[in-house]
């Protein structure tokens, strides 16, 4: 049983190593990519061959950010005759309403804009989408969730990349508005901040697999339509027509410097929901995707990034799996002295920790100071590991093809230090059993702590300790009111 527990705890340790060093890999190539030529200016606008432009809002019950968004969508910067916008809006509140008078004000009817209203919600957001593809006038498609605010100059910055005919999709960088609202804001903005930086730059310079991230990008309409178009079988449509996509040829381009704002969830009940649809999308894409990326003819370079950026959902379940065996095995080490050399062995696990925190201080470290870093990595990697069973258990359902609707992230209309969200309609203030099991996790890896002074054995206890710092204060966020 001994051995089983050791065999267990270092196969997930190991996945996690080398997904760790694929990510210290993407540092390196963004580092790279730093000390190349940078893009040339955007063009003149009277250079730009103006084609016709559809930009789609896929909307779900979004009353606090729905005016916001018609705001921002009809101040981009392109002739009003070559820009279609489409409202594909499967409300069941009054956001159908806002709509209606929204677009009855002065400044609308120069627009060529057009509210669809589905008769039922088939497909959720992969459906209104593809919905709005059959229907569309434009060569190419803009796409912006409703917590977005698209900047003025989104188009001209973006359209002038598809003068190579091999590029499919360009997607831009997500900006937060309300970053600085709350530690947990603070604290998504840090990670979200690696995959835009990082990820996505590391992978692009070195012509692996990049992913549309949902929103804030554009495509190219005949790019969707050759590789099936938008299917509703994942949770993450976006990554799911992005491999499929790339697999039939195309090129991505991803723009690290051209901002799309928008606005991060400010509760953790928005978060965990998040969280667990992209988690749970991630495993169901990796199924989906996987094997024909594995088949493919790609670099190996490309192909192993392509693994782990699609398997990367995985790394909470190990990580679950992992902790949860740790604490056994500190009664395993101190009866059996001759497992030494093992437990020995696995400080090399420590390499991953180190790749990890190098992979988020060069995306930290471009626009903020090192001492913000020291203050945010530790916290940010505590709560990285408090949201293991939420997304464990997307993981699972993934996989096991459990499915289950497109739940939205809810809105809240806060930019800045601004705002409040106690009185949004859309909140579910349930307590679940998965926030009574991460309250009780976190008392369990705490007494971790206490065996591993007890017994004189201190090499996990660091371990142990953002464990446990990083289930109560998911726990914590999730109860506070």
Not at 63 to 68: A, D, I, P
Not at 404 to 418: A, S, Y
Request: aromatic share 14%; with cysteine; glycine share 6%.
């Amino acid at each position: 049983m001994e051995i089983i527990l050791i065999f267990v705890y270092a196969i997930c340790m190991l996945f996690i190593l080398i997904f760790s060093l694929v990510q210290l890999h993407l540092a390196f190539a963004y580092k790279k990519s730093k000390k190349a030529k940078p893009d040339s200016i955007a063009k003149n606008v009277q250079q730009i061959d103006f084609p016709m432009v559809t930009i789609q809002l896929p909307l779900y019950n979004e009353k606090y950010v729905v005016e916001r968004l018609l705001n921002s969508v009809i101040e981009i910067d392109w002739p009003s005759n070559l820009m279609e916008i489409q409202i594909l809006d499967d409300s069941t509140d009054e956001t159908s309403d806002i709509i209606l008078k929204k677009l009855a004000e002065e400044k609308f009817k120069d627009f060529d804009i057009i509210h669809i209203k589905r008769t039922n919600r088939k497909g959720f957001k992969a459906g209104a989408l593809q919905f709005g593809l059959k229907a569309s006038k434009g060569e190419f498609l803009a796409i912006f969730d409703a917590d977005f605010m698209p900047e003025k100059t989104f188009l001209l910055e973006t359209i002038r990349e598809f003068e190579n005919p091999v590029i499919g999709m360009v997607q831009t960088k997500w900006e937060h508005l309300n970053k600085d609202y709350s530690l947990l804001t603070k604290l998504q903005d840090f990670g979200l901040n690696g995959h835009f930086r990082v990820e996505q730059t590391g992978r692009n310079s070195s012509g692996s697999f990049i992913n549309f991230n949902g929103t804030g990008g554009i495509w190219r309409k005949s790019c969707i339509m050759d590789a099936g178009g938008w299917q509703a079988d994942t949770l993450t449509e976006d990554l799911d027509l992005s491999y499929r996509a790339q697999m039939n040829g195309w090129k991505f381009k991803y723009l690290e410097n051209v901002l799309s704002p928008a606005e991060l969830p400010v509760i953790m009940s928005a978060v965990k929901s998040q969280q667990f649809r992209w988690t749970k999308g991630g495993a169901e894409t990796a199924k989906k995707n996987l094997g024909m990326v594995l088949k493919a003819n790609l670099k190996f370079t490309n192909k192993i990034h392509a693994f782990f950026h699609l398997t990367n959902s995985a790394n909470f379940l190990l990580l679950l799996i992992a902790s949860l065996v740790s604490i056994p095995l500190l009664y395993v080490k101190y009866k059996n002295p001759d497992f030494k050399l093992y437990f020995d062995f696995g400080s090399i696990f420590i390499i991953g920790f180190l790749a990890i925190s190098y992979f988020y201080w060069t995306a930290y470290r471009v626009e903020n100071s090192r001492r913000g870093y020291f203050k945010y990595y530790p916290l940010f990697i505590a709560f990285s590991m408090g949201f293991t069973l939420n997304n464990s258990l997307a993981v699972i359902e993934g996989l096991m093809g459990v499915k289950t609707p497109f739940v939205r992230t809810p809105k809240f209309n806060i930019v800045g230090l601004k705002g409040s969200w106690k009185d949004n309609i859309y909140l579910n203030h349930k307590l679940s059993w998965i926030t009574i099991f991460e309250g009780l996790l976190s008392i369990y890896f705490f007494s971790g702590i206490v065996i591993g002074l007890s017994i004189g054995d201190y090499g996990l206890i660091l371990f142990h300790l953002m464990l446990s710092v990083g289930y109560a204060g998911i726990f914590y966020y999730s109860i506070k009111k």
